[in-house]
């Protein structure tokens, strides 16, 4: 009879398989590919692709066999998506990343390119930014849709700035592709975008992008406050906050982060 550590172990093996195989080569893998990825003998591993075979979760492909996700996982990954969407699973984040910075943090979604925000904690004492949750917004004109445009190619950039056009919100606000792939730029080589005053006068914000178990952008958070000497003055500290929090969210998603430079 095996003893708990075994049934323990045995579990992490075919978790651990499930991994690979999922996100491994689309043409799948061997059974001598996988029994040297767990570092297995290739009759146990074979032990535990039938298991997994039998509950779905693994598929053989033929002429081979080479073992690819079984369709349980689209049935798993879509009840998943569905009870734990983003903006719940970034709660937690969101809440004490208000907590450290003193500001409103929000969560958008990468909708096309454009920024849909899902969520928001308010910042700590009388100072509130109403904005509304669900619509499309513009993406030049705010961190969290620059930091999700930043994770684009050049090419898609301008084709949704075609769409969208660049209409001012305010002075600060970008009015020519030049100037804002200038600051494209800037944020792949920093990984957060800001926004100085560029949609609504005396607001900065702060951005960087989160993303998804595919390694595309699904998202981005920002922190939102009233720009004041001495927050202009740490700018960088709260871009490496709320950066921290993006890339603590993307582990959550069990995403990797792919930064465009």
Known sequence: MTNSSDRVAGVARALNLIEIITLGSTEGH??????SLIEISKS????????????????????????VPGMALVRLGDHS????????????????????????IRVAINDAGRPVFVS??????????HTMLGQRETPHVSSAGKAILAQLSDEEIVTIIEETGLSPRTRNSHSTMASLMRDINQIRERKYAIDDEEDVEGVFCIGAAFFDHTGACAGAISATG?????????????????????????RELRGSPHFRR
Request: glycine residues 8%.
């Open 120 to 129: 928001r904690v308010d910042a700590p004492g009388a100072i509130r930014f």
């Open 44 to 67: 146990s591993t074979l032990a535990l692709l039938r298991t997994l075979i039998d509950a779905g979760y693994v598929r053989a492909k033929y002429p081979g066999p080479r073992y």
């Open 226 to 250: 009233i720009k004041t000497p001495a927050r202009e003055k740490r700018v960088a500290f709260y871009g490496g906050l709320v950066l921290k929090h993006a890339e603590a969210l993307t």
């Open 81 to 104: 998506r569905a009870t734990q969407p983003i903006d719940r699973i970034a709660q937690g984040f969101i809440h004490q990343l208000a907590q450290e910075t003193g500001m409103t």
């Open 30 to 35: 061997t059974l001598t590919e996988l029994s």
